[in-house]
T-cell receptor, first 112, second 112 residues
Framework: DAGVIQSPRHEVTEMGQEVTLRCKPI?????LFWYRQTMMRGLELLIY????????DSGMPEDRFSAKMPNASFSTLKIQPSEPRDSAVYFC??????????FGSGTQLSVL | GENVEQHPSTLSVQEGDSAVIKCTYS??????FPWYKQELGKGPQLIID?????GEKKDQRIAVTLNKTAKHFSLHITETQPEDSAVYFC???????????FGGGTRVLVKP
């Protein structure tokens, strides 16, 4: 298996623009997690899905952030409108039945 | 919610020496404690984990100890090698893979 696949690897955008991050979990995994990593706040859980259903989105910073999982093999994290403070590395991770978390390589987001 | 503190934030050791990273957690109900290694430009990767019914676990050069009474757990790396240089994260939760709370990370540098 290729592991968790995230795209794009790098995204540079201007403040106010819409940003969409994409994730393909490992085939057969039933849980998917979106994390944000910054120097100041470390690794923060934004939202996680179980069997494509959002279970806990209490970590989503504000209404500008939204996440979807239309099927078992795809998820998106959208920021609209983006702000400079959203600059961070965003990780997607998947797991099977609350087992080990497998992380993707992340998307480095820079909002100018 | 759970709060995980990790120390030190940086650690420099000579090749061949041991490295120890310590974490404390706040929620006495937590029973799953994984450790992740993050190399530059990559996502975190699980290296070892321990559950609350075990006091110590070893895997080659790495070992983890858990003291549930004191609510702290530690990672021990023996005979360090340059490839051990990375950022290490501890985490805690009530169930594996479900809403892990991460420590702030320890940047380990192994000097040849």
């Amino acid at each position: 298996d290729a592991g968790v696949i995230q795209s794009p690897r790098h995204e540079v955008t201007e403040m106010g623009q819409e940003v969409t991050l994409r994730c393909k979990p490992i085939s057969g995994h039933n849980s998917l997690f979106w994390y944000r990593q910054t120097m100041m706040r470390g690794l923060e859980l934004l939202i996680y899905f179980n069997n494509n259903v959002p279970i806990d989105d209490s970590g989503m910073p504000e209404d500008r952030f939204s996440a979807k999982m239309p099927n078992a093999s795809f998820s998106t994290l959208k920021i609209q409108p983006s702000e400079p403070r959203d600059s961070a590395v965003y990780f997607c991770a998947s797991s099977l039945s609350r087992g080990e978390l497998f992380f993707g390589s992340g998307t480095q987001l820079s909002v100018l | 919610g759970e709060n995980v503190e990790q120390h030190p934030s940086t650690l420099s050791v000579q090749e061949g020496d041991s490295a120890v990273i310590k974490c404390t957690y706040s929620d006495s109900a937590s029973n799953y404690f994984p450790w992740y290694k993050q190399e530059l430009g990559k996502g975190p990767q699980l290296i070892i984990d321990i559950r609350s019914n075990v006091g110590e676990k070893k895997d080659q050069r790495i070992a983890v100890t858990l003291n549930k009474t004191a609510k702290h757990f530690s990672l021990h790396i023996t005979e360090t090698q340059p490839e051990d240089s990375a950022v290490y994260f501890c985490a805690a939760n009530k169930a594996a893979g479900n809403k892990l709370t991460f420590g702030g990370g320890t940047r380990v540098l192994v000097k040849p």
